[in-house]
């Protein structure tokens, strides 16, 4: 269990080192990742590299207990390269060049910035890949850049070109008759700004993907030319991001981390668990919180605090999701640059700041707990299903304003979290095997691969599958499938949708899979028609827009004679409607219940060694009291303590129990 | 009557077209129109012509009884032409050229570009100018992008010169002392791309009216090269869209058409009507809906569909309002390109979506009405002035955000069509002969022409004119006049207005024109001097800012002895203040009321035979049973059944009654 | 006391001229302001000068005794200039030149310009700048271009080097070794577009000013060239606007002046009186209100007119606050150009508007007052600091949407308003000699000389100071001070910042300077750390967000055994709670409350001659009649009348009385 910090020791005389470095230890600290943005002062000019002082922060790091990551510079090049190469520059999609002095202003295509990039990240891999005080890399930070130059342009041409062999075949799959967009070379095809042949804007989408794969695996193959095995390689991700597919970036990476800020407001464990979950799921196994916020944010339009003790109960969460590390960024503002007033542990006096006591108290618990997590990695019935393809053609054709994909994804995922199950959230061509529910929402492009995944699941593994609105109506072009939705999955569902509606006004829906619940569908609903005589309308519209009046809502379909079940659901459910669906599909699908019963924000979550023990983690998310029944006896981690019976947890109170 | 679709065979294998035909006459079709964005099947390469498939689309309407409007395709031209000529692409207002991939890329102002164009249409005049299955022609589509290239520019500056003479006459009319903005030059004039000189704006606005002008010209005088006269030409305008004076298009036109949409939310039948009736002015005839929404668009924040029952009402409304034809937009969604979502008639998977059913509801009853129908168009005694000038000079100075001119109309607009009394809505500069009232909303920009035709309305043929706020401001050089406003209809009118205030707090007004009457002005006021003692004060304003307290709010001026009258409102009026002035301005002109009473919701028009032989139009609006009441006895053309005395409507209940 | 008019002699005939000045004189007008937009008409053509028109509009205003204000008219520079030098013209942030038909479409910095620039304004010079009917000088109008030209970006490279001598000293400055921005040479540097290196924004603001600077010099020079030392010198500032910092450009001026313009809604004057006393203290004397709005204006989102009177009490709070003169902007809107409608005293038909009767009457009793206001000047004992560093870094760093900097100083006014307390609104390097009370809003940035002066103040002078949250957190590099808020104004505040907290909810505060209050901060709080045991603690957080609770809000702190006192106070305070601190420290201050009670609403503040003796203007900004009671007996000037103990005021009442 790692805890630790970023530091940028670049920005201070070495003299004060020694006194930040102390104060990391006595915090609890055992990691800290450096270097990300030091380019400048490893290579303040061009082939001349001061990497000594780097050394010595490391050195001094070690002599304290502290682990070092080592982040690549990457996304923050010098000036004298941007300003003597200005082809390394992003072209912003006004057509004009990024400018020197903020982050990732550089061209991720330009050939002459890889250059620059191989240099420096070799440089660095020849000096520390075989140092044993660096545990591993991160490479570059945070990509997030669309680059709009002409090195991006024709490499996008020649990406479509590789991937379509010809431009008929471009042209049949996108439709391009439609509007005389027809091409007759690649080399017509310009790079989307603003609304697009769909076609054209999922490809351009899965070209940046590519972009980002290639300009990591440069840096990944510089590093591994010289680092020893053991040095792990991650790319700090942005939760729900959706610049660029993940997991075809996770598939060169070891370790999945990601930065966790809460910016205005305060931390909902039933949203934020899901991005937890879904970095967990980008490699299936633990990930890092690489950075979250000591306190506050400096970028939020509110740059509130979190309350005294809401971290701690955000570090336990993290953990109970499979963090592995958790570090605070950053350890001190600097005195000038952009990010001043972000939160920090060391205030402007070099002295702690208030939060720096709330640390300690996270680092202390985490290190008495670090003995049972060693091994231990959460383990779930429940999958959800993610696709960054279906994500971005849903974005570009929300139909509805309000249809987020991502918050459609929340919608399903909250009631699953309120009620303590676990969710894993994997690829949506992820190898289902072991899970007993699946809920895939607004898969609105299906891949073969998905396809045959979901049909494996209700037919051999007869699992639980749940699939919503939007689901199965475009190919992986981003055409329309000839048949109607869910398309390639209306067999296993039993049913298809007659026809979609966005709703300017709520629609009533009557739910019969228990008892009868009234309810409304809102955003979006689709009048859904059974096609065999097995499947089960349980739930029908009220009179609505005269369309889907009485219609099927929700149908159940047991797949084959005993195999599993496809649940489709034809709108977005009112919140006691879903929830109510989620406790019957839970019931439905055989998912074990959590034993311990917890009222509402508290959350009670497992991770489990290899041969099934248990660390169970009780978090009151609550700023008041709460009190959870547990069904044996179990012992605190980190009090001590033996537990059982009524267990009562003050406000933001922890349990860690064995 | 005609009742079709727009339809892209280019779209779909050669083999499914049969189907698609087939389910377009079973729809009760008898018009389609297709080809208007095929230029690259027609075309595909440079000097290539491929006509023979839509020969073949033609032949096989045709065989169906389907007959075929053809749409030049210049909307959308090719990439190989785009790319190889980038002369031929707009300019952004940012100076960048636009993209293809998307329509209207192209600049209406090159030289090149018109080459193209003129090509393309004179093959395919060439080809089926004399066929007698194309009954007519649209040029391009929905007209709408404004380009600042060079030639735009050059042929601006060009423009001016032919306009003003010399620099001087320019500097004059435009007041170019003010600001030091006085030119010595033609060529040193800008594009306005933002706020700019009023005068300037204003040319700028007549000047891109002349190059759409010059561009449908080009190909109407290619189409009629080889035309046979049965063929019209139209274009498929857009309602209240204001990119340029429609009045000026539809001289070279024979026929005006345009396309229906309602986006977000439902159908309100006071405020489309005007724009069916603004449509209908165009030509002062009949006029198509050349494209309207099959239960929902793809393109609105919100893209609910129309309720069950809505498009029928929508139909006959279009209809009563002077429409001889009205195409759904589109058949069938392409799969791939910007609207696959969009509603059409038939699914992804080739069927009848519901929507189909409503649409052969449709196309059944036209048929039934066909023959009544024939040769009848609106004939009413009300007319509303529109004033392309006045709007666009108005919207770029509104002096209050909520001045806009549209909703302006349509304030005066809505009571009329409440109370069932038809209006005709003509340009300002309009022979006037044969109407009772006319109502001229906020003719801030007033031509000689305008003032003529209206004195000689309120003298000669002694009607009763109403003139509103914002009126004879402004001479056609967009220059204050040098007398207060009404400017140069004072005299007509019997007052002028002593001050002009943007609201930004209701004052109250007292009416006293019937019985009193209190309520207030919103928006606008304007304090009115009576010029005569033969001008009463028919409304004051009530304690308000200290300038307007007790003054004159409306006055009425009888014009001569025994000539017309004009009514001056000072005033944006409050709701039931309008009605109640309107309910008195019918009645004070003598308008003939509707003699069947109609509860809320419900329209009554009439279409009539030259003879006078009415066709009466009874719809119920509302989504509720309604009832209304005959004066005398009627036959239901759609049912055939005999109507007298009180006769309930279901909702959305049509009777045409003759 | 000077009363006047803008007037534009060149957008009218020359035989209309008379009449208009007729007029003026009629107004009670002694000063009209002209040319300053005329360069098209005072150089029609290169090198051709036309100024006899000029000569005789001044001739014919003096003969009717109306001073002259000339403006120098290079905010308009004429299209042949712009035309054949586009290098005169500016550049936006996009990158394109800005257009001819604005105004301020130059180029500041451009060289070309600055030739053109000395040539009119020599011309002018010569011409008139003897006359001694020119009283005065307007420089430019209301400048507030920023320009991304070439130019610019190359002088501001330069001055960077002037600032810091050398790039390590810069990098140092701006501790540029955070995300890699370090810098290897001037000419690397970036123009700041959107949000950039904190020290790199402060340091391009203050070059922005010197570019105005430089700018103005230069007009100076060439003016003084020829001018007689009589005529002033002054531009036309615009209240709050933070352009530029505005004390650096008054060290070359005369004179301060500003436009005065309400816009939407109607005047508050518990807002506006700090503008003026802005606009006061930029020169430490009396001002010009050289625009002001006749009734409405044209360019805000509602152009609403002012009541009637408000103007009225508007004028005489003017010179209340000090304003010496009082011109409306506009004489008579021009027959064409950009602002046709705004409010103006002369009508399109020549004759006048009903808000030209308010200027008559203002104009006559400013003339009956005159004497009585000879050589009188406002005279107070509080003194609010005002610092464009601190303002410009705050604005870039809000860390709260709401932390509005000038939002947050008038927070402090209003009380004082309220309650009659007069206020100087001064340089935050101004000597303080002479206050009792200083309030110090928000001094995010902190030089060593307002240090020295705010010591000064609380030591020798004994004074109270305020100071409130975000006070002292950065150096004039914009960089953190490497102790806590305030920084180096902790010791004579006695207590620091341990933590600052940006607040997404209201907390609780409890007073206790006086008998206990319980009120709420808002937006901001700092939770204070007393440094010395004799600081008192005078208000406390309530249960907060944890790190707040029951800590210190606000401290008092006596400096030294016989000094005055610091009060920090840690929060925005909600609106009664302000009040009531307010009411406590003009008591603990020892500034003299205002003898003459009076109702909300009801202003009353004094002109001193240098002897002391007092004019008392006594405004009531209500629209209802209200009364005050005076302590003795005064003459009314404006009535003749004597007045004595309680007094009447109808709606928008004045009395002036000696």
């Known amino acids: 269990m790692y805890f630790g910090t970023a530091w940028y020791p670049e920005h ?9 470095v102390r104060m990391m230890r006595e915090a609890g600290m055992n990691v800290c990742r450096i270097a990300e943005f030091a380019w400048s002062s490893l290579e303040p000019l061009e082939g001349e590299y001061e990497f000594d002082w780097l050394e010595r922060a490391i050195a ?46 550089y061209s991720p295509t330009s050939p002459t910035y890889h250059k620059y990039v191989r240099r420096i990240v070799e440089h ?31 490499q996008f041409q020649h990406y479509l070109k590789e991937q379509y062999g010809s431009i008929e075949a471009l ?3 996108w439709h391009t008759a439609y509007w005389s967009q027809t091409y007759t070379d690649f080399d017509e095809i310009p790079l989307p700004i603003g609304p697009h042949n769909p076609g054209l804007m999922l490809a351009f989408r899965r070209f940046i993907t590519r972009v980002w794969k290639e300009f990591q695996q440069l840096q990944i193959a510089s590093i591994r030319m010289y680092s020893r095995p053991e040095q792990w390689i991650t790319h700090n991700f942005m939760g729900w991001f959706d610049g660029f597919d993940h997991y075809v970036l996770c598939e060169d990476l070891d370790l999945a981390s990601w930065d966790w800020y809460v910016g205005t407001g305060h931390h909902d464990y039933t949203r934020t668990g899901a991005a937890h979950d879904l970095t967990r799921g980008f490699k299936r196994r633990n990930f890092w919180v690489m950075e ?18 809401e971290a701690r109960c955000m570090a336990w969460h993290a953990v109970a999701h499979g963090a592995d590390a958790l570090l605070y960024w950053q350890w001190r503002s600097a005195p000038g640059g952009q990010e001043q007033l972000h939160g920090s542990l060391i205030g402007a006096d070099g002295r702690p700041r208030p939060f720096y006591q709330e640390a300690c108290q996270i680092g202390a618990e985490l290190a008495r707990a670090a003995g049972v997590l060693r091994d231990t990695t959460p383990r779930n019935e429940v999958a959800f299903l993610n696709s960054y393809d279906a994500r ?23 009631p699953f979290a309120s009620r303590n199950i676990g969710v894993d959230i994997v690829h949506a061509e992820a190898d289902l095997s072991g899970y007993r529910l699946v809920v895939a929402p607004a898969l609105f492009v299906l891949s073969e691969a998905t396809v045959a995944q979901l049909t494996r699941f209700v037919t051999e593994q007869k699992g639980t599958l749940v699939l919503t609105v939007r689901t199965g109506q475009k190919d992986v072009h981003n055409a329309l499938f000839p048949v109607l939705q869910p398309g390639p999955l209306r067999e296993i569902a039993g049913a298809e949708v007659e026809e979609f509606f966005a709703l300017d006004e709520p629609v009533p829906v009557y739910g019969e899979w228990e008892a009868s619940l009234e309810g409304q569908g809102r955003i979006w609903a689709e009048r ?42 034809g709108t977005w459910l009112s919140e006691a409607l879903q929830d109510a669906l989620t406790r019957w599909l839970v019931q439905a699908a055989g998912v074990t219940p959590e034993p311990i019963e917890a009222p509402p924000g508290v959350e009670v979550l497992r991770r489990y060694t290899s041969d099934g023990c248990a660390v169970t983690f009780v978090i009151n998310h609550n700023r008041q009291e709460a009190s959870v029944v547990l069904p044996g006896t179990g012992q605190d981690v980190l009090t001590g303590e033996t537990c059982a019976g009524t267990v009562i947890l003050p406000g933001y109170g922890v349990r860690v129990l064995v």
Chains 1, 2, 3 share one sequence.
Not at 530 to 550: K, Y
């Open 124 to 154: 660095m891999a020849r000096r520390f890949g075989q140092d044993p005080r660096v545990i591993g890399w991160q490479i570059d930070n945070e990509y997030n850049r669309i680059d709009y130059s002409e090195n991006t342009h024709r």
């Open 392 to 414: 971005w053609a849903l974005d570009a054709q929300r139909h509805h304003r309000d249809f987020d994909p991502v918050a459609h994804l929340l919608h399903y995922y909250r």
């Open 292 to 309: 979250t916020q000591p306190g506050s944010v400096n970028w939020a339009p509110v740059n509130n605090v979190l309350y005294r003790g």
């Open 60 to 105: 001094l790091l070690a002599d304290n207990g502290i682990a070092v990551v080592l982040g690549t510079p990457t996304a923050a090049p010098p000036a004298w390269l941007t300003h003597h190469h200005p082809d390394t520059l992003a072209i912003e999609p006004d057509g004009r060049p990024a400018q020197h002095g903020n982050r990732c202003h």
């Open 171 to 173: 042209n049949a799959h």
């Open 528 to 569: 859904l028609r059974p096609l065999s005589e097995r499947t089960q309308v349980i739930a029908r519209f009220g009179l609505a827009n005269g369309w889907l009046d009485n219609g099927p809502a929700i149908t159940r379909h047991p797949v084959g004679t005993d195999g599993g079940q496809v649940v489709l659901v």
């Open 12 to 20: 201070w005389p070495e003299t004060r080192w020694p006194e930040d």
